[in-house]
Each structure stands twice: as C-alpha cells, then as structure tokens.
C-alpha cells in the first residue's frame, strides 16, 4: 500500500470515470485527497477502493446520477477554490486507431456529460487526460469546453503530451489539459530530461523471474501469461531477440499471418517483441496478447505477464488488482492513467500555490 506524500495540500478531488484509479493513486501519492472515484464499471469496485482506502468508489452512470445524489455520497460544495475535478472519459471514439466506433459511440458526449458537473459546482481546477483524438476532431465536445473555460474565467494549459517524458516507460501520446479559476499561472508539468526503458522496470533485476506462455500466478503478483497457440509460439521462437518484429519469417508461408505474407511494409508491431532499453509501446487492454501490438516479452517466447503491464504502467507492486479473468484485469490496467504521470499531474497543482493568485 503507498503511502501518501507527507506534505498534504489542502486540496481535495472528485475523480470521474475513475477504473481502476491510476489517476487517483498518484493524486494520493502527491498529497491530495481524493474524496471519490465515479465509474460505471463495477468490476473495478474492488481494486479501486482496496488500493485507495478512503476514497470512496460511486458505482454510477454519469448521465443519470442527480446531483443531489452526487452530494450526498462525496459531500463536495459549490464553488470550492481548493477543489479539482478530473475527468478522464473512456476514449476510443475519438482514438486515432482505425477501429469500430459503434460499441463506443454511447461514450463519444462523456466530456459535456462531465461539463455539466463542472458548471454546477464551479470547482477551482479542472483536469482532463484524453487521446489526441479529442483535441483534433471537428464533432470533439472538447470545443465547446474550451469555450466554457473562456467564459467562465478559467485559465488553462493544454498540450499533446508523451507519457515516456513524465517517468512512464511506454509512449502513450495523450492530450491534457489543467485548467483553474483561481490560479493564472497554470502550467502543465515539465517533462523530464532521464527517459524510462522496459530495462528500468520489467527484467529479471526488477523482480520478474522468467515464465513459459500460460504460466497463472494465483497470488496478487499477478505474474501471469497468457496462453499461445503452438503456430503463434513457432513464430515468437522465428523472432529475434530485443525488438525483433515478423519481418523475421514473413517469407515463411507456414508461419506468416496469411495477411502478412511477404508484405514488409506495415503492421511490423503486432507480434513483435520489446526493446529492452527504449520505452514499451502504449500498455492498451490488449497487451496480453502478441497479435494485437509489440506486446512479446524482450527475450522470453511469451507476451508480457499482467504484473509486466502494470508495472510498465508504473502502478506499484503491492498494487492488487481484482477481476472475473485475465483479459478484464488486463482492461482495467490498460486504461489506466499511469500514476507515475498522474503524480506529476496532482504536483503541478499543489505548486500553484507558491505563487500569487
């Protein structure tokens, strides 16, 4: 269990959309207190609240909790200069990613959902973490918020930002944004100059002793894999060490995907291996298996275990994760926001107050 940074601020936050509560742990880590986490998925229930004892988890469905309801459960007051809301709303409709967007397409007006909570209490920061998607599209509600923000005398900083140069060892582009009423000199967090490899977190040095594919580790250290089929376990034994990609028998027939045969022009991440000493690739909810990105562990003829992944998403690892199978703790864990850079976020606000509002 963290313990939380001894210098306490006197702010507090409600932390929408919550999951499992990477933004939440390291708001707590920084010294914030965060009040409660909303989200409508409540298979995270249990994760969230028995890694952030006294943050409450509100199982709820934004659009319909009342906010009388909202007040009773979190105790908040309008018009709070020292409190923040943070609203990081599931994303894949507006990801960049050439997928599907009929499942996600009820999630697409989670931000103005989120707005209007922000315009009933009026809180004195705001934070939002998306995909760049959101900043980019036309149809985006993001619009719309910036223009309330203008209105309503908030100022605010707001970028593309990268993930591996805030301490987390993957890129993960995502826009940000840190917006107050009562502060002008918001400023996002610097990035740093020291960049994190998968070296830094996931070896053998780390902790992380070498496994088989379907290896289950029953305890809370999670070090468990996923299963190959013996044609995709042929093919990861074909692919060369630290980084190596399909390109390595994608003349074979009997080995290729049949989609990828002799074609060396793209799709070079799904079955590749990671680099030791370079950042991971984004940790998505699919990151046990070696089909849907660079997923495969380094060296070992495996994809990486749900330990790996959230240690690549730098949730610490005493952190427990509860859920009905591996591919819902590995969802949990993939849509996470790293608190390592959750941290850095909640620091940038706390240092606001050593200038003159």
Same mark, same amino acid.
């Given at each position: 269990m963290e313990i939380m940074n001894p210098n306490k601020s006197n702010l507090i936050a409600i932390d929408f959309f919550c999951g499992a509560g990477g933004m939440t742990n390291g708001f707590r880590k920084a010294g914030i207190k965060i009040i409660a986490g909303i989200d409508i998925d409540g298979e995270c229930k249990e994760t969230y609240e028995k890694n952030n004892r006294g943050s409450n988890f509100i199982l709820a469905d934004i659009k319909k909790l009342s906010f009388e309801d909202f007040e009773k459960q979190t105790g908040i007051k309008k018009n709070d200069d020292n409190l923040i809301f943070i609203g990081c709303s599931p994303c894949q409709y507006w990801t960049k990613i050439k997928t599907d967007r009929t499942k996600s397409k009820g999630s697409r007006h989670l931000l103005a959902d989120f707005q209007k909570y922000v315009e009933e209490y009026n809180p004195g920061y705001i934070v939002i973490e998306n995909v760049p998607g959101i900043l980019t599209k036309?149809?985006?509600?993001?619009?719309?918020? %910036?223009?309330?923000?203008?209105? $309503?005398? @908030?100022?605010?900083?707001?970028?593309?930002?990268?993930?591996?140069?805030?301490?987390?060892?993957?890129?993960?582009?995502?826009?940000? %944004?840190?917006?107050?009423?009562? $502060?002008? @000199?918001?400023k996002l967090p610097q990035p740093t100059t020291k960049i994190s490899t998968v070296r830094d977190f996931i070896s053998e040095a780390k902790g992380f002793p070498e496994l088989k594919a379907g290896t289950f580790d029953g305890t809370f250290k999670m070090h468990t894999v996923a299963g190959l089929s013996e044609i995709n376990l042929l093919r990861l034994k074909m692919t060369k060490k630290n980084g190596g990609t399909r390109l390595s028998y994608v003349d074979d027939k009997n080995l290729a995907v049949p989609c990828q045969y002799n074609k060396k022009n793209s799709f070079h991440d799904t079955y590749g291996r990671m680099h030791w000493d370079k950042p991971a690739p984004t940790i998505t909810t699919k990151f046990i298996s070696i089909s849907n990105g660079r997923f495969a562990h380094p060296e070992q003829d495996r994809a990486i275990s749900l330990r790996e992944g959230a240690t690549l998403q730098t949730f610490d690892k005493s952190y427990k994760f509860y859920g009905s199978s591996i591919a819902s703790i590995a969802k949990h864990i993939g849509n996470a926001v790293p608190p390592a850079l959750s941290k850095k976020i909640a620091l940038s606000i706390i240092n606001l107050q050593d200038y003159e509002q």
């Amino acid at each position: 269990m963290e313990i939380m940074n001894p210098n306490k601020s006197n702010l507090i936050a409600i932390d929408f959309f919550c999951g499992a509560g990477g933004m939440t742990n390291g708001f707590r880590k920084a010294g914030i207190k965060i009040i409660a986490g909303i989200d409508i998925d409540g298979e995270c229930k249990e994760t969230y609240e028995k890694n952030n004892r006294g943050s409450n988890f509100i199982l709820a469905d934004i659009k319909k909790l009342s906010f009388e309801d909202f007040e009773k459960q979190t105790g908040i007051k309008k018009n709070d200069d020292n409190l923040i809301f943070i609203g990081c709303s599931p994303c894949q409709y507006w990801t960049k990613i050439k997928t599907d967007r009929t499942k996600s397409k009820g999630s697409r007006h989670l931000l103005a959902d989120f707005q209007k909570y922000v315009e009933e209490y009026n809180p004195g920061y705001i934070v939002i973490e998306n995909v760049p998607g959101i900043l980019t599209k036309e149809e985006s509600p993001l619009n719309d918020f %910036l223009e309330f923000l203008k209105i $309503n005398n @908030y100022s605010h900083d707001k970028a593309i930002i990268d993930a591996y140069k805030y301490g987390v060892p993957q890129t993960r582009r995502r826009f940000l %944004l840190i917006a107050s009423r009562v $502060n002008k @000199y918001i400023k996002l967090p610097q990035p740093t100059t020291k960049i994190s490899t998968v070296r830094d977190f996931i070896s053998e040095a780390k902790g992380f002793p070498e496994l088989k594919a379907g290896t289950f580790d029953g305890t809370f250290k999670m070090h468990t894999v996923a299963g190959l089929s013996e044609i995709n376990l042929l093919r990861l034994k074909m692919t060369k060490k630290n980084g190596g990609t399909r390109l390595s028998y994608v003349d074979d027939k009997n080995l290729a995907v049949p989609c990828q045969y002799n074609k060396k022009n793209s799709f070079h991440d799904t079955y590749g291996r990671m680099h030791w000493d370079k950042p991971a690739p984004t940790i998505t909810t699919k990151f046990i298996s070696i089909s849907n990105g660079r997923f495969a562990h380094p060296e070992q003829d495996r994809a990486i275990s749900l330990r790996e992944g959230a240690t690549l998403q730098t949730f610490d690892k005493s952190y427990k994760f509860y859920g009905s199978s591996i591919a819902s703790i590995a969802k949990h864990i993939g849509n996470a926001v790293p608190p390592a850079l959750s941290k850095k976020i909640a620091l940038s606000i706390i240092n606001l107050q050593d200038y003159e509002q």
